[in-house]
């Protein structure tokens, strides 16, 4: 399910809706966005999704999916290839916004986003009042469990894509440039899930053709 609200007062008063992302600087897998508005009580506990347990984070992400209205918004590795990851990024932050709209049947007055940059004439689809707030998973309740359902959400996708690719320790880096996932992309070279377009995964396809294997990979995201 990319979106859900159990409540029919999601449509009736004005929304606040926090926006974060996860993924942005992984080597492979998607980059997945969540819009989340709050419902009433919040969930206790909300923070950063980064401070918190995997326990912690699972859990109040039932809370949030039972209490609040969300959306999910998945983009793949074909398509952060073709268009880069920031765009890639910003898309996938208005499409979890447009299904937060189309489950609760209205605009949202006002759209926080974690950073300092928002998909606001930067995304065709994007048409709504929005705020960058660098530190709003912290600061930002909604933006917090925002990042929460992001994370989790992209999580499980990547320790479900570790079964058919156990080599790469997905199943604890979650495709990020840990050394362990730098030395299995060192032996096995990288898979149809890798980014293709980030220096670590091209070095590898360049040096793997040369045949060349006797090469160190640099952990650093993007080119």
Avoid at 178 to 184: D, E, F, I, N, Y
Wanted: charged share 20%; proline share 7%; aromatic share 4%.
């Amino acid at each position: 399910m990319l979106s859900g609200t159990p409540y029919p007062e999601f449509g009736s008063t004005p929304l606040i809706v926090g926006v974060d992302e996860a993924g942005r600087g992984p080597l492979a897998g998607p980059v997945v966005a969540a819009a989340v508005a709050l419902g009433k009580p919040r969930p206790a506990g909300l923070d950063d999704s980064k401070k918190l347990t995997r326990e912690q984070r699972e859990h109040l992400e039932g809370r949030i999916r039972r209490r609040c209205a969300f959306g999910i918004g998945v983009v793949e590795v074909e398509l952060i290839d073709e268009i880069n990851i920031f765009h890639a990024t910003m898309l996938a932050m208005t499409l979890a916004v447009t299904r937060l709209c189309e489950v609760v049947g209205c605009d949202p007055l006002q759209i926080l986003v974690d950073g300092n940059l928002t998909p606001a004439k930067r995304q065709p689809g994007w048409r709504w009042p929005a705020r960058a707030i660098v530190g709003g998973d912290e600061s930002e309740p909604c933006i917090s469990a925002a990042s929460i359902i992001a994370k989790t959400h992209r999580d499980r996708i990547m320790r479900q894509h570790a079964l058919n690719h156990p080599h790469y320790g997905w199943d604890t880096n979650v495709g990020y440039s840990t050394p362990t996932h730098l030395k299995a992309l060192r032996e096995h070279g990288p898979c149809a899930l890798h980014r293709k377009s980030f220096a670590p995964v091209r070095n590898a396809i360049d040096l793997s053709l040369s045949g060349n294997t006797s090469f160190d990979l640099v952990a650093i995201e993007a080119a």
